[in-house]
């Protein structure tokens, strides 16, 4: 009797075993599917910019195209700290299913908001030294997302300006309350200093700041590069008009803000760093994997794009030989 017993306890442990397998399998389908339940998800963007603007359209679709239902909650905090953490606080206690945080500052909100919310970050530069990861290949417990700091990007760019523009001393603005324009400053003075150049920095903390900023380094530099910092790409249509009534070769850190007039951007496609963003919610969202079980990711792909029409205005003589760093932008 007693074997018989602990024969039937065992056989019904492993029914409830495979049951509970059966309801998670069930579970993770109704999520891919998206037929039983439509997902509410927080959109957390730090400020009104294309490349962001791009990201935020590539993720929405990723997860349609992946069939997961939704209704999506955006918020863009317009370039204001403070109000990251307002958008964030709101999301949890809205009880959303995911937050989708876009910018580093968005993404540091979200994470001291909740440790229990699934977050996905996107248009990161440094997720370990901004403290959204331990590692690349260790994100924490609730979070990962894509970096669109490409380790050879901004190589590129100070690489054209340097040995093309022949530039000695380059100009950068930024905010430096922004830790991912940090992180990019360091690495352009590495470069460039590397190139025989010297930076000419100047700082800002609001896009009111920008026009003045811009206005200070004529006369002082040979060219002028803008990272991927939110505050001044916010305001980047001052830069450029000074850039070219004073014929100061502009530079950028991506490729939606070289269209808008800058001579060259070494970069990828912000809609697909999105929708790459938006297949690790969607593995997510349908169950397959927690965030602490997938890596941050890199951009796919990584290309120099030079503005014909820019290089002109801001007093360059286009080469035929650049055709060989990269290609040239059409206007389209």
Same mark, same amino acid.
């Given at each position: 009797?007693?074997?018989?017993?602990?024969?039937?306890?065992?056989?019904?442990?492993?029914?409830?075993?495979?049951?509970?397998? +059966?309801?998670?399998?069930?579970?993770?389908?109704? *999520?891919? *599917? +998206?037929?039983?339940?439509?997902?509410?998800? +927080?959109?957390?963007?730090?400020?009104?910019?294309?490349?962001?603007?791009?990201?935020?359209?590539?993720?929405?679709?990723?997860?349609?195209?992946? +069939?997961?239902?939704?209704?999506?909650?955006?918020?863009?905090?317009?370039?204001?700290?403070?109000?990251? /953490?307002?958008?964030?606080?709101?999301?949890?206690?809205?009880?959303?299913?995911?937050?989708?945080?876009?910018?580093?500052?968005?993404?540091?909100?979200?994470?001291?908001?909740?440790?229990?919310?699934?977050?996905?970050?996107?248009?990161?530069?440094?997720?370990?030294?901004?403290?959204?990861?331990?590692?690349?290949?260790?994100?924490?417990?609730?979070?990962?997302? #894509?970096?669109?700091?490409?380790?050879?990007?901004?190589?590129? #760019?100070?690489?054209?300006?340097?040995?093309?523009?022949?530039?000695?001393?380059?100009?950068?603005?930024?905010?430096?309350?922004?830790?991912?324009?940090?992180? /990019?400053?360091?690495?352009?003075?590495?470069?460039?200093?590397?190139?025989?150049?010297?930076?000419?920095?100047?700082?800002?903390? #609001?896009?009111?700041?920008?026009? /003045?900023?811009?206005?200070?380094?004529?006369?002082?530099?040979?060219?002028?590069?803008?990272?991927?910092?939110?505050?001044?790409?916010?305001?980047?249509?001052?830069?450029?008009?000074?850039?070219?009534?004073?014929?100061?070769?502009?530079?950028?850190?991506?490729?939606?803000?070289?269209?808008?007039?800058?001579?060259?951007?070494?970069?990828?496609?912000?809609?697909?760093?999105?929708?790459?963003? *938006?297949?690790?919610?969607?593995?997510?969202?349908?169950?397959?994997?927690?965030?602490?079980?997938?890596?941050? /990711?890199?951009?796919?792909?990584?290309?120099?794009?030079?503005?014909?029409?820019?290089?002109?205005?801001?007093?360059?003589?286009?080469?035929?030989?650049?055709?060989?760093?990269?290609?040239?932008?059409?206007?389209?």
């Amino acid at each position: 009797m007693k074997k018989t017993a602990r024969a039937l306890s065992f056989a019904l442990a492993g029914m409830l075993m495979l049951a509970g397998c +059966g309801s998670k399998e069930s579970s993770g389908e109704t *999520g891919k *599917g +998206g037929a039983e339940k439509e997902f509410k998800i +927080g959109i957390t963007q730090f400020a009104p910019h294309p490349s962001l603007d791009a990201a935020t359209e590539g993720f929405k679709k990723a997860l349609k195209d992946k +069939g997961i239902k939704a209704t999506f909650d955006e918020q863009n905090a317009q370039a204001d700290m403070n109000n990251t /953490q307002t958008i964030a606080n709101n999301f949890v206690g809205d009880k959303v299913d995911l937050i989708f945080a876009n910018a580093t500052p968005s993404a540091t909100a979200a994470l001291n908001a909740t440790k229990e919310i699934p977050i996905i970050f996107t248009s990161v530069t440094d997720p370990v030294g901004a403290g959204l990861v331990e590692a690349f290949d260790k994100p924490g417990k609730n979070i990962t997302g #894509t970096t669109d700091n490409h380790p050879d990007a901004t190589k590129k #760019t100070i690489n054209f300006i340097t040995e093309e523009v022949k530039a000695k001393k380059v100009g950068v603005i930024y905010n430096s309350g922004e830790q991912n324009s940090v992180v /990019q400053i360091k690495e352009v003075k590495k470069l460039a200093e590397e190139k025989g150049a010297k930076l000419v920095e100047v700082s800002v903390s #609001t896009t009111a700041e920008v026009k /003045q900023a811009a206005e200070s380094l004529v006369g002082r530099v040979d060219a002028i590069y803008i990272p991927t910092d939110n505050t001044v790409v916010t305001a980047l249509d001052s830069v450029i008009a000074i850039a070219n009534s004073k014929k100061i070769p502009l530079f950028v850190g991506e490729l939606d803000s070289m269209k808008k007039g800058a001579v060259a951007a070494s970069g990828f496609s912000y809609f697909d760093l999105g929708y790459q963003s *938006g297949l690790m919610a969607a593995e997510i969202l349908s169950g397959k994997k927690k965030p602490s079980e997938i890596p941050v /990711q890199l951009p796919s792909s990584l290309k120099l794009v030079i503005n014909k029409s820019a290089a002109e205005a801001q007093g360059l003589k286009v080469k035929d030989d650049w055709k060989k760093l990269g290609e040239f932008y059409d206007g389209k």
